[in-house]
């Protein structure tokens, strides 16, 4: 079993722990008193090592969405201990177990929650039921350093679960901690929290790809990341929000879109359903029949005078119905030597490293062990998620009454499978309710414009 690396001393020795006695330091580079200290140091004469030297990072994320603290992810950062670190070697690649990692590719990193599910299979014991943040860190690599083949180190920028953001979140404009409803099942988070791993702890190589929110035909089946976490102040990029609700888009549900030129949003299922729902109940209530809508029957002078009419006597130009999509929710090169062995000592004790200024999460200590559907067409809801917090409550509900009286009365399902234009099928879920039909279809409306879409 690989070892696990390790960024914070312990107290006890851990045989799956890999040695790293590097430490990453975030520094603010308009920070005048660093600066004074600096050159006092050197002013006295103080030991080269003892003052790291400044580096920037560029950041190879690049969000669509915006911070409102920082314009861009680049970092400032020091390596402690600096001489130890730029001694090394640096290089393109490294290989372990037969496989090659470069610079700039995404990884998977053991962690501890993933070294005891392998414990756990390895001795037949039952899986317990876990988070997508349980499963293998992944984490870009940003540089490659080695001393020998026993001594390889990656410096990287870890990808966040959702699960792992921390409390004090900043999204939008409101705090956060953890996964968000928006957040899809294969979703990460891009971060600037930098850190130094030694790579005996990497598992495999993942797939990270960005998307774009504006490509509305990308399904994402793999690992994917659209936000991005910046470290500095602890603050979301924003996401596109979409639909009545305004709220973000998640890619693991659908989505309708309005092709009106004026409109062209794109509204949540669920909203679509919640809305038939609360006008279903407005118009029926909980004791009258649906009724299906009588023909229109013509006078009989109009019918003997019949003669054919223009498109303009028909009014076809202003009748014709708009269409709506529909949306499943859901390197630059570095100078090298090329590339470089690893081989794992079976005991190998090194300095370790003090805690590093980026967020504490459980981060960063890897250890090894391997880690790790489509949306169906139709969606039935009952109900749906509840009014947002904030909103002031409707007369009724200080009583205890429900907000949503509808609840168990009717179901409705949005159907997009059929050859023509979607449908929402009602079902009346109501007793004793005499004549009028049980089951209908109506058309669907976009929520904001209010045009019946095809």
Known sequence: MASSARKRPRQEPEDNRAECPFRIDVVNPDDKDSKRKSKKRKTEGEDEDATAKVNLQMSPF????????????DLYFKVSPPKKWTDMTRYNSFVLNGVKYFSEGFIYVANDSSIERQKAANDNKPMQIRKKSDDDWVARILEIRA???HHVYARIYWMYWPDELPAGT?????????RQPYHGMNELVASNHMDIINVVSVTSQAT?????????EEIQHALYWRQAFDVRSYELSSVDLVCLCNTPA???RKLLGCTVEACKKWMHEECIIEDALQSTYKRLGADKPHLPPEPIQKAESEIEGQRPLSPSDTGAAVSAQHSIDVKAEAEPAQNGSGNVDVKQTEEEDGPTA??????SSGRRSASAAAGTGTPSTKLVLKSASGRKSGKPKKKGEANGETSRPWEGLFEVTLNTEKNGPPVLEFRDLREGIVGGEKTWTEPVKCLLCATTVN
């Open 62 to 73: 690049a969000p669509c969405g915006k911070f409102k603290k920082h314009e861009t992810m």
């Open 147 to 149: 001393s020998d083949e």
């Open 170 to 178: 900043l999204d939008g404009k409101k705090f956060v901690q953890g």
């Open 208 to 216: 990270v790809r960005q998307w774009f929110e504006e490509n509305d």
């Open 250 to 252: 998640n890619p693991d």
């Open 354 to 359: 003090p805690e590093d200024a980026a967020p």
